[in-house]
């Protein structure tokens, strides 16, 4: 599945896969694990289902490969509802509409100030930063997936 999208992006972006994909592969799929924003859309919502039919063999299944995760999961000694409170008033201050408005009319007003220009060079090392860009192991299908 992460081959034909990434086959389907390099497309998209009329360019052919880096001769090493199949090896970003199979780096990608070494070990017992694979990072969750790899994997494509449906088996990221398998997954979630399967966390959700029994939450505490999930649990206890991610506990088992990263030692410490439930000390720092339950906040042992400390006061959950304080700690997702803060937490929650500093993503409301940081991105409200009002906040995200302020930031994005602060960029219209930098552009709007720069004089015009009558040409535009390419960017100097454009194909390097998007073959950079589309790397396989680069690659989180949700973004990307229709």
Excluded: M
């Excluded at 799929?29 to 924003?37: E, K």
């Excluded at 490969?65 to 400390?78: I, Q, S």
Aim: hydrophobic letters at 40%.
């Amino acid at each position: 599945q992460l081959l034909e999208l990434h086959g389907w992006v390099c497309r998209d972006f009329n360019t052919t896969p880096a001769a090493d994909t199949e090896k970003q592969l199979d780096e990608l799929l070494a070990g017992d694990s694979i990072d969750f924003a790899h994997l494509p859309s449906l088996s990221q919502t398998e997954a979630i289902s399967h966390v959700a039919q029994d939450r505490t063999a999930a649990l206890e299944q991610v506990t088992a490969c990263n030692p410490g995760f439930d000390a720092a999961l339950f906040f042992e000694g400390r006061d959950q509802t304080n700690v997702i409170e803060a937490n929650a008033a500093c993503v409301r201050e940081a991105y409200s509409p009002t906040a995200v408005g302020s930031r994005l009319a602060d960029v219209y007003q930098a552009v709007i100030a720069e004089e015009p220009s009558d040409h535009v060079d390419p960017a100097a090392a454009g194909e390097a930063i998007l073959n950079s860009f589309l790397r396989l192991d680069r690659l989180c299908p949700i973004r990307v997936e229709a």
